[in-house]
């Protein structure tokens, strides 16, 4: 069997893309309501839908679908954290009554999704360019998507290190009860996080819906690994999240070579960003962030 890895590797990279740009979010509302989310799934899809109601059917075109699905969706997630995780936790809920709640939430969020839109598939009509390049096959999509994954790590930098906000939230992640303290309004904090959160997970639902299908479950299929990138780089930890979103991307697409040669179901690929999220939480339960706090 002849592999083309210079295909592999950019497959990789857009896999890596797909995954920084829906865990970025995640990992930054994990790091600040100590919870796993896992609503975050029903996330990716509303902005899917979102996006598609306003590129297709409205006809507005595909960018200033990512910015209504960013808007709609980023207050979706505030109305989600005020009206059902805030009340929760100021009554003593632990982690496992959140991390429940979360699903519950997801499933009437996709439900509500499925009864709004319907269960059968849409897809996108946008027309994106093929070309080649060597050995390489790329889209226009895959250009877009790549791009947008840059220009988030670039963004989500400057946020972090210069501005206030980006600052407080770093605070509030690191030692809540110490940004208290100092006088950061802390509520407001997870507010504007969980809006950037749910913001940028349209973003990866719009991507993958246009690059496969939309449906109720859109989000569900890509969120295990999602979560896998945010424990692999360490909950809360931004630069950890990068990099590991393309580790998992890497390990999938290889793994994808290996299931092959195997003559296995490629369906598999989904157990890979597993192994290696059990194999994090044995060995470094803390991921990646240890390696960026030392540097």
């Known amino acids: 069997m002849t592999v083309n890895w210079a295909q592999v590797l950019f497959n990789s990279t857009i896999t890596g893309s797909l995954y920084l740009i829906g865990a970025v979010g995640l990992t930054l509302t994990y790091g600040l309501s100590r919870f796993p989310n896992f609503a975050h799934a029903e996330f990716i899809t509303l902005g899917a839908y979102i996006g598609y109601s306003v590129a297709e059917q409205a006809g507005l075109g595909f960018p200033l679908a990512l910015v209504v699905s960013f808007l709609v969706t980023g207050i979706v997630g505030i109305l989600c954290y005020r009206g059902i995780f805030q009340p929760l936790a100021k009554r003593g809920a632990t982690i496992i009554h959140l991390m429940v709640a979360s699903i519950a939430l997801g499933?009437?969020?996709?439900?509500?999704?499925?009864?709004?839109?319907?269960?059968?598939?849409?897809?996108?009509?946008?027309?994106?360019?093929?070309?080649?390049?060597?050995?390489?096959?790329?889209?226009?999509?895959?250009?877009?998507?790549?791009?947008?994954?840059?220009?988030?790590?670039?963004?989500?930098?400057?946020?972090?290190?210069?501005?206030?906000?980006g600052k407080a939230i770093r605070a509030t992640s690191s030692n809540p009860e110490l940004a208290l303290a100092s006088g950061i309004n802390v509520d407001r904090v997870i507010l504007i996080t969980w809006f950037i959160g749910a913001g940028l997970a349209?973003?990866?639902?719009?991507?993958?819906?246009?690059?496969?299908?939309?449906?109720?479950?859109?989000?569900?299929?890509?969120?295990?690994?999602?979560?896998a990138v945010t424990i692999l780089g360490g909950i809360g930890n931004f630069y950890g999240a990068i990099v590991a979103a393309f580790i998992i991307g890497l390990a999938e697409n290889v793994g994808v070579v290996g299931l092959i040669a195997l003559g296995l179901s490629t369906s598999y690929r989904i157990g890979i960003a597993f192994l290696i999220l059990i194999i994090t939480l044995i060995v470094r339960p803390e991921g990646l962030a240890m390696l960026f706090r030392r540097a």
């Open 107 to 165: 499933f009437i969020l996709r439900y509500s999704i499925g009864a709004t839109w319907t269960w059968k598939p849409l897809y996108f009509t946008t027309t994106w360019s093929a070309f080649n390049i060597g050995p390489l096959r790329i889209t226009g999509l895959w250009v877009w998507l790549i791009l947008t994954a840059i220009a988030l790590a670039i963004l989500m930098h400057f946020i972090l290190v210069k501005t206030k906000i």
């Open 202 to 227: 349209a973003f990866a639902g719009i991507f993958r819906g246009a690059d496969t299908q939309i449906w109720p479950l859109t989000g569900w299929d890509i969120i295990l690994p999602i979560f």
